[in-house]
């Protein structure tokens, strides 16, 4: 599929494409939405095994940031960027001339878009792009990585989720496995164990997993492993018509995004009495604290009040949920839906 196609079958604002001579990299940025606000979304640098995959990924992600942004209930929209780099991700100069000229593309958009990191995409790098552009986030003189914020998110998420499962929020010799133990995960494993709670990793760099300290699950027996969550940190799609018959959990809640592989597995998780915790709530700490902290120049008292208004989100979407008798990811979306509307 062409650029023309994936374009023709999009339903975001606008597109940016640009390619880079110098380097070779393509550069594209999806601005999604501005109904509420400005948009935001990280950029990404990968190898993809064409062009238009990486537009692909940009067209898709900036609309689950929309998703994202909206729930947070900030006045911000959803974007997305990629670097869609040849051959190997640049190094040295090379790419700091790339992300300066990736500055000034996205500075030439006049804040309609505001970037933050992803894949591939660090604090220092960020440094570089902020250099020909003022609309970054989580440079290292604006916040830098946003991974513990997320990671406090999920906490804050799980403690809601937990509540209404089992009655209260309290995590004491509650068990959570957590699946990858990158930046979040990690993160997250050690604000579970502080509370209390029996923390079990899984990651597919067994060596990883280990470093943490804490009981490991093998990577084949993370879904069919008995604990009460089921924290999914790693990599997307996971839960599908083959992985939910095997949970053995009573839910889900973490930092992957897209977790579901359909949007019928809901409903599969729902028959299963599994709780699942709409990932695009569960997740946007990261966001919430870069805009509390860059945009609204709040201390650590008021970053975290934001962080933990992720909780009473969820409280109220499992609410709806149960009222009619809908799954909680449904009730997400209506509650997106309503204020994209309002």
């Known amino acids: 599929m062409g650029f023309d196609d994936l374009l023709a079958g999009w339903d975001g604002e606008h597109a940016v494409i640009r390619h880079d001579e110098e380097s070779g990299a393509w550069m594209f940025v999806g601005v999604h939405s501005t109904v509420l606000g400005p948009a935001v979304g990280g950029t990404r640098m990968r190898v993809y095994p ?7 990924d940009v067209l898709r992600l900036s609309g689950a940031m929309t998703q994202k942004l909206a729930g947070t209930g900030y006045p911000r929209g959803g974007g997305k960027a990629v670097l869609a780099v040849p051959g190997e991700l ?24 505001r970037t933050a990191g992803d894949m591939n995409i660090k604090p220092d ?17 604006s916040g ?21 499962v089992f009655g209260s929020d309290d995590l004491a010799g509650r068990s959570v ?47 069919g492993f008995e604990v009460d969550v089921f924290a999914p940190c790693a990599v997307g799609a996971i839960l ?31 028959e299963r009495g599994v709780l699942f915790a709409p990932d695009y709530v569960v997740n946007s700490g990261g966001v919430i604290y870069l805009i509390a902290l860059v945009d609204e120049g709040r201390d650590a008292d008021g970053i975290e009040a934001g962080l933990a208004g992720i909780a009473d989100t969820l ?26 509307a309002a």
């Not at 640049?90 to 996205?106: C, D, K, M, S």
């Not at 997250?188 to 804490?214: C, I, N, Y």
């Not at 018509?241 to 599969?268: F, K, M």
Request: glycine share 10%; charged share 25%.
């Open 240 to 270: 599908n018509s083959e992985t939910i018959p095997l949970l053995n959990c009573r839910a889900v809640a973490g930092a992957a995004n897209n977790q579901l592989a359909e949007t019928s597995d809901a409903e599969l998780l729902k």
């Open 177 to 223: 496995l957590i699946q990858g133990v990158g930046a979040v995960g990690a993160n997250l494993a050690r604000e579970l164990a502080e509370a209390g709670a029996r923390v079990l990793v899984s990651d597919v760099d067994e060596a990883r997993a280990a470093a943490t300290g804490f009981e490991t699950v093998s990577a084949d027996k993370v879904f």
């Open 315 to 340: 409280r109220g979407l499992f609410a709806e949920a149960d009222a009619d008798g809908i799954t909680p990811i449904a009730a997400a979306n209506r509650m997106v839906e309503r204020r994209l």
């Open 90 to 113: 640049p190094t040295g100069e090379a790419r700091r001339r790339l992300l300066l000229r990736y500055g000034q593309l996205v500075a030439s958009l006049g804040g309609s878009y």
């Open 144 to 164: 830098g990585d946003s991974g513990p914020g997320t990671a406090r998110g999920v906490f804050h998420g799980i403690r809601a989720t937990v509540e209404h």
């Open 125 to 141: 790098d960020l440094d570089v792009v902020a250099e020909t552009c003022p609309w970054v986030y989580g440079a290292s003189a």
């Open 50 to 56: 064409t062009p238009a995959d990486g537009l692909r």
